[in-house]
């Protein structure tokens, strides 16, 4: 699972041509706040000219991106070589990027600070209410990510929890539970590196217990392991071309399963044949 950090940078470092672009400033460049230090660390920048600023790392309360974080607001100076108000720790970077003017925004998420967004030019600007509220959306476009990728974080750990805490031998029913929820939480999520981690587990849930082994029937024939597969597939929706893509198979073959399923279950359709399954505690 990513770190917390890889999950902010994610979503900070390709959001920094929209900054810079609103903006109207030479240069953008992003930190990252450390979960235990509250330190700052520069890890994407965006117009730069040296490599002054990479990984630059920044000490609570120091600094123009210090102050922003200790106010949990925007601030900015007009001539950074004079300002007063702020540390100057960080001299030497921004004189070897000729800045000038700069504004520090500081990204807030349920009370946390999680990173701060750079601006710089290198000539000095005025920087007034109207600029500052250009950058809000953006803002709060960024800050929205980062709570997403939070809530389906923690909904992971909690369902990786769950699935470690089930019994040794979990009836297909649970398993399947648990695979639908993970589903539902991917699709939420879309594209992301996240959301890929949740669907291969549930596809490992998936393949497990009855849909592991296969179903023995009354009249002693079975099903096997892929025709549960497919039923686990059809219940959640899915057109057979779908179902063929998740499994790495033809939209036909999916066709034969669903065939040999339906005559072994003396069903007239898929719909009769998953509620049997899941009245039988096949699939959820």
């Given at each position: 699972?990513?770190?917390?950090?890889?999950?902010?940078?994610?979503?900070?470092?390709?959001?920094?041509?929209?900054?810079?672009?609103?903006?109207?400033?030479?240069?953008?460049?992003?930190?990252?706040?450390?979960?235990?230090?509250?330190?700052?660390?520069?890890?994407?920048?965006?117009?730069?000219?040296?490599?002054?600023?990479?990984?630059?790392?920044?000490?609570?309360?120091?600094?123009?991106?210090?102050?922003?974080?200790?106010?949990?607001?925007?601030?900015?100076?007009?001539?950074?070589?004079?300002?007063?108000?702020?540390?100057?720790?960080?001299?030497?970077a921004v004189r070897s990027e000729a800045i000038v003017t700069t504004a520090a925004v500081p990204i807030i998420v349920t009370g946390r600070a999680r990173a701060v967004v750079y601006l710089g030019s290198t000539t000095e600007l005025p920087l007034g209410d109207r600029w500052f509220d250009s950058l809000d959306p953006l803002r709060r476009r960024l800050q929205h990510e980062i709570l997403v990728e939070d809530e389906v974080r923690a909904r992971l750990e909690a369902l990786e929890a769950a699935q470690a805490s089930l019994r040794p031998d979990p009836s297909a029913a649970e398993l399947a539970s648990v695979a639908r929820e993970l589903g539902e939480v991917a699709a939420r999520l879309g594209t992301s590196a996240i959301s890929a981690q949740l669907d291969r587990i549930r596809q490992r849930l998936d393949g497990g217990a009855a849909v592991d082994h296969g179903v023995t029937l009354p009249d002693g024939s079975s099903l096997t392991r892929r025709e549960l597969q497919v039923l686990v597939e059809a219940a959640r929706g899915l057109s057979n071309r779908q179902i063929a893509a998740n499994l790495g198979l033809l939209p036909n073959t999916v066709k034969s399963y669903f065939q040999d399923l339906l005559r072994k279950l003396d069903c007239a359709n898929r719909v009769q044949a998953i509620d049997l399954a899941r009245r039988s505690g096949w699939i959820d």
């Open positions: 699972m990513p770190t917390s950090t890889e999950m902010v940078l994610s979503r900070l470092s390709p959001a920094l041509p929209a900054w810079r672009s609103t903006s109207g400033m030479d240069l953008a460049f992003g930190s990252v706040v450390d979960d235990r230090s509250g330190s700052l660390q520069i890890l994407c920048t965006l117009g730069t000219r040296t490599r002054a600023l990479d990984h630059l790392e920044i000490t609570p309360g120091t600094g123009l991106g210090g102050k922003a974080l200790a106010l949990s607001r925007p601030t900015s100076v007009g001539n950074y070589e004079n300002a007063r108000g702020i540390t100057h720790h960080y001299d030497h």
